[in-house]
């Protein structure tokens, strides 16, 4: 064997073994780039569902406080005024001052308000004509602050805006409690109620002429009461509303 034989043999296959490793070492490091992107892709996803949570968080968090203000805002309103039930009787002598009572209950004759109004109840009949009618009792006396409304003894009394006088507390006596009386049975209606002809009844305005009615009672304050008339069904749409007022 010649020496360059030698030489080919011992040489050669040092080139050829290093041609595969080489080729062998390429798809390794292939493999690593790839890898690497693909993490990098991960964290870039990552990165944006955190942000996406995090503007959830932010907005559902906005709304939770947004919501707390508003129900402390709807804590903070006013409450609304209490309403119940009463029997009112606007009632007197043709000719004479007219009467307006309240009673919780119809059977009985002891009124829980009367007040006697300055006009005759002739006079409140033209004023009811029109279909509505606003009684307005107002008490400016510094010196009956302290009193409960039922309590005032004088009202300044205006009708349908016109000053017309004055209504006085009074106590109910026998007579207010007959006539109460004798129209227990009558829950919404009026009437005149029937009586003797002698010299006194003369005296007082001649017969006497009721209206009873069902009204809604509401409290608006120590300072505001008013009553609303409540029309039955199929009866006729009279406004009539007293306010008390101080």
């Given amino acids: 064997m010649t020496k360059?034989?030698?030489?080919?043999?011992?040489?050669c296959p040092c080139f050829f073994s290093s041609s595969p490793a080489t080729s062998a070492a390429a798809p390794t490091n292939?493999?690593?780039?790839?890898?690497?992107?693909?993490?990098?892709?991960?964290?870039?996803?990552?990165?944006?569902d955190k942000q996406r949570e995090e503007s959830t968080t932010?907005?559902?968090?906005?709304?939770?406080?947004?919501?707390?203000?508003?129900?402390?805002?709807?804590?903070?309103?006013p409450p609304r005024p209490s309403k119940s039930?009463?029997?009112?009787?606007?009632?007197?002598?043709?000719?004479?001052?007219?009467?307006?009572?309240?009673?919780?209950?119809?059977?009985?004759?002891?009124?829980?308000?009367?007040?006697e109004f300055?006009?005759?109840?002739?006079?409140?009949?033209?004023?009811?004509?029109?279909?509505?009618?606003?009684?307005?009792?107002?008490?400016?006396?510094?010196?009956?602050?302290?009193?409960?409304?039922?309590?005032?003894?004088?009202?300044?009394?205006?009708?349908n805006g016109r000053k017309v006088g004055f209504a006085v507390r009074r106590r109910a006596t026998d007579k207010d409690r007959q006539i109460l009386k004798t129209i227990q049975s009558v829950s919404f209606g009026a009437g005149i109620i029937p009586n003797d002809p002698t010299e006194e009844e003369k005296k007082d305005g001649g017969e006497v002429m009721y209206m009873r009615a069902s009204y809604e009672r509401v409290l608006g304050s120590s300072d505001s009461e008013s009553f609303h008339l409540l029309n039955?069904?199929?009866?006729?749409?009279?406004?009539?509303?007293?306010?008390l007022i101080r």
């Fill in 4 to 11: 360059i034989d030698f030489l080919r043999r011992s040489i």
């Fill in 118 to 159: 300055s006009i005759t109840t002739n006079h409140l009949v033209k004023e009811m004509q029109c279909g509505v009618l606003r009684i307005s009792l107002k008490c400016d006396r510094l010196d009956m602050r302290t009193y409960p409304l039922h309590s005032i003894p004088v009202w300044t009394m205006y009708c």
């Fill in 232 to 243: 039955p069904v199929d009866c006729s749409d009279q406004e009539l509303s007293i306010f």
């Fill in 30 to 48: 292939t493999t690593t780039k790839k890898r690497m992107s693909v993490s990098l892709r991960d964290d870039i996803q990552e990165d944006q």
């Fill in 58 to 77: 932010t907005t559902e968090t906005e709304e939770e406080e947004e919501e707390i203000v508003n129900n402390d805002h709807r804590q903070q309103l």
């Fill in 85 to 115: 039930m009463v029997i009112g009787t606007i009632y007197g002598h043709r000719h004479g001052r007219v009467l307006f009572c309240i009673q919780h209950d119809r059977l009985t004759s002891r009124p829980s308000l009367l007040l």
